[in-house]
């Protein structure tokens, strides 16, 4: 069974710029999260998506914002691109979002802002 | 609000010896929680979980949790340290009483270092 796909693996921007990052869950899994992870922060929660609706919000400005499609892929935006965005970014999938069960990561986007 | 802490943002320990990574939890209800482990240049890889099941979980490669409702702890163990557990390890927990909310709140990882 194939796992998390993230793509890019690596994407280099800079200041200003809009991103587009992809993500492709697990077949079978219909809830979609995104994480954010740097040195100074650590990982922080972005979204979560079910059957193509944001169900979950983490503190981040507007600039981020994400979609699901109807076969549970999901993609992120960020735009105006700044260079505290630099970071690595996770996807994760889990079959129907329940607290109690594990999500499933990709090996992430990371994205150098210039 | 949740939160997680983890004691120690390095271990050092020989190959062979006892790993033993700290995590202690803040809910008011006793959260789901998780042990992650990540690879250089890698995702995140599921160790084990605790979803009230027996306290004592087993995982992957040897490692194994114990859930201390007491204490609020949930510390990650191995019997006999291995080269390739070098890595970073990440407690994590999601809130039980929201039930669908599929959101994860991690510890700031501890880093695992292994030598001969």
């Known amino acids: 069974k194939a796992g998390v796909t993230q793509t890019p693996r690596y994407l280099i921007k800079t200041r200003g710029q809009q991103v587009t990052l992809s993500c492709s869950p697990i077949?079978?899994?219909?809830?979609v999260s995104w994480y954010q992870q740097t040195p100074g922060q650590g990982l922080q929660f972005l979204f979560e998506?079910?059957?193509?609706?944001?169900?979950n919000k983490g503190n981040f400005p507007g600039r981020f914002s994400g979609r699901q499609f109807s076969n549970s892929r999901s993609e992120m935006n960020v735009s105006t691109l700044e260079l505290g965005d630099s970071a690595l970014y996770l996807c994760a999938s889990s079959l129907s979002g329940n607290s109690n069960q594990p999500q499933h990561f990709g090996d992430g986007t990371r994205l150098s802002i210039l | 609000a949740q939160s997680v802490t983890q004691l120690g943002s390095h271990v050092s320990v020989s190959e062979g010896a006892l790993v033993l990574l700290r995590c202690n939890y803040s809910s008011s209800v006793p959260p789901y929680l998780f042990w992650y482990v990540q690879y250089p240049n890698q995702g995140l890889q599921l160790l084990l979980k605790y979803t009230s099941a027996a306290t004592l979980v087993k995982g992957i490669n040897g490692f194994e949790a114990e859930f201390k409702k007491s204490e609020t702890s949930f510390h990650l163990t191995k019997p006999s340290a291995h080269m390739s557990d070098a890595a970073e390890y990440f407690c994590a927990v999601s809130d039980r009483s929201t039930g669908t909310a599929s959101k994860l709140t991690f510890g700031t990882g501890t880093r695992l270092q292994v030598t001969l």
């Open positions: 998506y079910f059957s193509e609706t944001q169900r």
């Open positions: 077949s079978g899994h219909r809830s």
